[in-house]
């Protein structure tokens, strides 16, 4: 019996152990869900931008009658990379659709184009992983004239 009880432990130390760190490395977020196949090019005005309580920067833009809600990413490195979005600022978005699980429609941006301080600015990189999460690259930063 004094042989079986320590190594019953360690089995039910291992697994919480194991499970732990099986389920950290598999919760799924929200910037893993850029899929190519639904990728979208919205054009309007920027009529709204709020931070969620994680710090993620969306705004609303509006084309025709209706407006979307793009995610943008962390506050953190919108503000790194002095990227400015104003209310009414004409832009060109490219992202991907994503439905949430209350069904509300989002679009993640890979790059957007501001007309209003003629700049274009790229959030994800060739892999469409979100510049903040990959280390050692170069942000991209375009100017253009019309």
């Given at each position: 019996?004094?042989?079986?009880?320590p190594?019953?432990i360690?089995?039910?130390?291992?697994l919480?152990?194991f499970?732990?760190?099986v389920f950290a490395?598999h919760?799924?977020?929200i910037y893993?869900?850029?899929?190519?196949?639904t990728?979208?090019?919205?054009?309007?005005?920027?009529?709204?931008?709020?931070?969620?309580k994680n710090?993620?920067?969306?705004?609303?833009v509006?084309?025709?009658?209706?407006?979307y809600?793009?995610?943008?990413?962390?506050?953190?490195?919108?503000?790194?990379?002095?990227?400015?979005?104003?209310?009414?600022?004409?832009?060109?978005?490219?992202g991907?659709?994503?439905?949430?699980?209350e069904?509300?429609?989002?679009?993640?941006?890979?790059f957007?184009?501001?007309?209003?301080?003629k700049q274009?600015?790229y959030?994800?990189?060739?892999?469409?992983?979100?510049?903040w999460?990959?280390?050692k690259r170069?942000?991209?930063k375009?100017?253009?004239?019309?």
């Amino acid at each position: 019996m004094k042989n079986i009880f320590p190594l019953v432990i360690l089995l039910i130390l291992s697994l919480v152990y194991f499970n732990k760190n099986v389920f950290a490395q598999h919760v799924p977020d929200i910037y893993e869900f850029y899929d190519i196949r639904t990728e979208i090019t919205l054009r309007g005005k920027v009529k709204s931008i709020w931070i969620t309580k994680n710090n993620i920067v969306l705004i609303g833009v509006k084309r025709k009658k209706h407006i979307y809600t793009v995610i943008l990413g962390p506050q953190r490195f919108l503000k790194k990379r002095n990227i400015k979005i104003d209310l009414n600022d004409r832009v060109i978005i490219k992202g991907s659709k994503y439905i949430s699980r209350e069904g509300n429609l989002y679009i993640i941006a890979r790059f957007i184009k501001n007309f209003s301080k003629k700049q274009i600015y790229y959030l994800r990189d060739k892999n469409m992983r979100p510049y903040w999460r990959v280390r050692k690259r170069k942000y991209r930063k375009h100017f253009f004239f019309f």
